[in-house]
């Protein structure tokens, strides 16, 4: 379809109104708030259906690094005023359809819409985790529990201790089962992670103020500031496998080249 791509943008143009009419705060103290915040912040998203070109509504929009999220209107449309200043890593989804994660960047030079196409997926019935192995559809997860079940070189934590831990926070799951990082608290409290056995990057002596971040990947996709990730908003509950790198030597060559400081993968869940 030749205009597929014009009709979608022109779309988003048409629908701008009125997803940000739906997802405006309503009370006089937020509004004025809202009043206050640069134009750029509310870049625009549009998600279609890749097959009929139709919006897709009730789509959640997550920024995985914090939690934050918006669902889609009826127009497919999503206004990202709740990711913060330059961007963040985020996270589509809904039953039915294919996940998808990207990095977006909001800033006075990212205003552009984005358009997004999700593709269909064949939904399988539930099954109980804990006592048999998920049947994932994502390459990547099933790539992660064939490492998982063959405990190539690094650490792992399979869906089931996910699900053992979905009402705490990332970094308490991560830290009670990975030995070789450990939290540096951030000048607001954040709880970043580095490497234990190199906490301070080029250092021979001793280490005040750990600075080796360990690397983080989500869904494939680098996260562009991983020394600002704060674990302790992070959730495993969004998460069906993580796997741990501490070395070049230990990760497998399929998942790239590692940071000094340690690599983390995490593979998002799909129900």
Known sequence: MPSFRVMMLAGITC?????????????????????????YRFRFLGVYD????????????????SGASALT?????????FLPDGGSLVRLRKVGYEMQTLMVAIS?????????????AVVLPTVN???????????????????????AGGYFISEAEMRKNDNTSLASALLS????????NGPRGETFMVSSRQPCKGLGGGCK??????????????????????????????YAIAEFYPSA???????GSASPCGALFLWSRER
């Open 15 to 39: 629908a701008l109104t009125t997803t940000l009419n739906a997802q405006s705060p309503t009370s006089p103290r937020h509004a004025d708030t809202a009043q206050q915040v640069p134009t």
């Open 50 to 65: 890749e097959v009929s070109g139709a919006p897709v509504e009730g789509v959640e929009v997550r920024d995985a690094l």
């Open 73 to 81: 209107t009826s127009t497919g449309t999503v206004s990202l005023f």
């Open 108 to 120: 006075p030079a990212d205003t552009n819409p984005l358009t997004i196409l999700l593709r269909k």
């Open 129 to 151: 985790i804990r006592d048999s192995v998920p049947a994932y559809l994502s390459p990547h997860l099933k790539s992660a529990e064939e490492r998982l079940r063959s405990h």
């Open 177 to 184: 089962r990975i030995p070789a990082i450990m939290s540096t």
């Open 209 to 238: 103020s750990p600075n080796c971040f360990i690397s983080v990947v989500v869904d494939g996709v680098p996260v562009a500031t991983a020394g600002q990730t704060d674990f302790q908003r992070m959730m495993p509950s969004d």
């Open 249 to 255: 030597a230990s990760m497998p060559v399929e998942l």
